[in-house]
């Protein structure tokens, strides 16, 4: 019976996310059909770790990994597995889980869990800047810097990135890019950003390429032109309703590949992840060559409200948990710089 078993390894990352990874493996353990599988748990101990340990179990030719944290770690794990016939699977536990939400895997772990038993493999497209895979979305401009600044801070948390949101949104001047779709004649756009989108949204339910698809061998661009502060709410609003495309300071159009050139080098982003390049960038499209586990049945965005709505609350559960988390840890840090303080005057 053993060898009619598909071997499924589950690679999780402590640190990313808000979920209990304890409690994960529990689920794991309870919901997994054991008839189907014979699974490996393995969790990851240093940046890049999580490549490393997909490219091998690739190599050996295991049915599927499973990633089991955050867009970074789907990224890690995801770029080892294409060109193979390893599927990759999710159990969603970041912040943002932008391909997670696109492929409709719930945010619930035990939901996610049972994707795998009942799911169904597809391939999709995957993208390269300057030659690093994306599976979500890439880009240049004020996105790009936020997320460098990220990086940077020394604290993880929506707090932190909504503090680096708001104060490099109140300096950057946008930049102007020379743009060459599919070897066409280049065009130059004043720009706040340009997305590339092999998905739909950045994560969060933030559509910043609402038409994207994963199987049609196209990169979705979104230009973001120069805007003021009254254009802000408009914005945000159709950001997240599926109808950024509808502004009238946003430009779109779909391609195969994308020349960008600016003035100077500068940050670019995949998947939320800062990357610093020179002043020419090269994005394409690899079309399907990733294989992944998803539901058997993708619901219409309208059909199943409830569980819509179910998904959405979730997501603000882990959201809230995450911002709680930080807030604690910030407070932490203060207390225990107030009681250094106290000691150094005592002993004076």
Excluded at 200 to 207: F, I, K, P
């Amino acid at each position: 019976m053993n060898e009619e078993k598909k071997k499924i390894v589950f690679i999780i990352n402590p640190k990313s996310g808000t979920h209990d990874k304890e409690a994960i493996l529990r689920w794991i353990d309870e919901e997994l059909d054991d008839n189907l599988y014979i699974k490996k748990v393995i969790y990851t101990e240093y940046a890049g770790h999580a490549t490393e340990l997909a490219a091998r179990y690739a190599r050996e030719g295991v049915y599927a990994v499973v990633a089991t944290g955050g867009d970074g770690t789907i990224n890690e794990i995801a770029r080892s597995l294409v060109h193979t016939d390893t599927a990759l699977g999710i159990i969603p536990c970041g912040s943002g889980n932008g391909l997670a939400r696109h492929l409709q895997i719930p945010l619930d772990p035990r939901r996610a869990v049972d994707i795998l038993n009942r799911g169904k493999v597809e391939t999709i497209d995957y993208g390269r800047i300057n030659g690093t895979p994306f599976f979500c979305t890439c880009g240049v401009g004020f996105d790009a810097l936020v997320s460098l600044k990220f990086s940077q801070a020394g604290r993880r948390g929506p707090l932190t990135y909504l503090e680096q949101t708001l104060r490099e949104s109140l300096q950057y001047e946008p930049e102007v890019y020379e743009l060459e779709a599919d070897g066409n004649v280049s065009a130059h756009h004043k720009a706040f950003l340009i997305a590339c989108g092999n998905a739909s949204q950045y994560g969060n339910n933030a559509y910043i390429a609402p038409r994207a698809t994963l199987d049609d061998g196209l990169l979705d661009v979104t230009i973001l032109e120069p805007f003021t502060m009254l254009d802000v709410p408009a914005l945000a609003f159709q950001l997240f309703n599926k109808k950024i495309d509808q502004n009238s300071r946003i430009k779109t159009f779909q391609c195969k590949s994308l020349h960008i050139h600016r003035s100077k080098p500068g940050a670019a982003h995949y998947d939320g992840e800062p990357m610093m390049t020179d002043k020419d960038v090269e994005v394409k499209i690899v079309q399907k060559e990733l294989k992944v586990i998803v539901p058997q049945h993708v619901e219409n965005p309208i059909a199943n409200v409830l569980q819509r709505a179910q998904d959405y609350i979730n997501g603000l559960k882990q959201l809230n948990e995450s911002i709680m988390d930080d807030i604690s840890q910030r407070n932490k840090l203060i207390l225990d710089k107030g009681k250094r303080q106290f000691k150094k005057l005592r002993e004076k």
